[in-house]
Structure formats: structure tokens, C-alpha cells
């Protein structure tokens, strides 16, 4: 079942929402882990955090942005020799920061 005590109150914090369209003593019971939304609420829940709904949930760890999610949609789009390029290019900057990064500590 959905546990999203952990996920929600800070997340709605941090991107300063308040109980906009939600009664609030219901969204105080989903973050005190009182009662469990619906996947439909939750599902609108993640999208108003801009969150996915495994995160929410706690199955996932990762929290990807948004604007990463919809670059990551676009790139599947592009044509196999595109892609090579653009996966070079990100290569050499991710190896780049890595090796900053350890270079740092």
C-alpha cells in the first residue's frame, strides 16, 4: 500500500504548497499516515509535487525532476546516430565531474 508519510509533508514544503484543492485535515491524516489516499488522489498528489508516483509511494529513491524526465522523453525520440553523439557528449561531462569531484576530496 502506499506509504507516503515519509515523501509528503516535506516534499509539499519545498515547493511551498499549501492544501490547495484539498481539504486540509485530509492531507494532515495522509502525513500523519492516518488513512491512505486513493491511487487517484495520490496520482494527483505526485503531479502537484512534480514528483513520480514511486517516489511517492516510497518505492523509488530517486526523485528526477521534471524538465529531466521530459529531456530523457525527447532524447528516445531522436535518431540512433543522435543519440551516440549526444550520449558522447554526456559521457565526457559526467566522467569530467567525477573525476573533479574526486580530485576535490
Known sequence: MI?????????????KLTYANRKEPVIGRYERD???PSIEVASKIAEALEISLDYLA???????????????????????DDKAHLFALMDAFL???KAKKAYAS
Open 3 to 15: 506509504m507516503i508519510r515519509c515523501w509528503l509533508k516535506p516534499r509539499r514544503r519545498q515547493c
Open 34 to 36: 492516518e488513512v491512505k
Open 58 to 80: 516510497g518505492n523509488s529513491k530517486v526523485l528526477l525532476e521534471k524538465n529531466i524526465v521530459k529531456r530523457i522523453t525527447d532524447i528516445q525520440q531522436l535518431p540512433t
Open 95 to 97: 566522467r569530467d565531474h
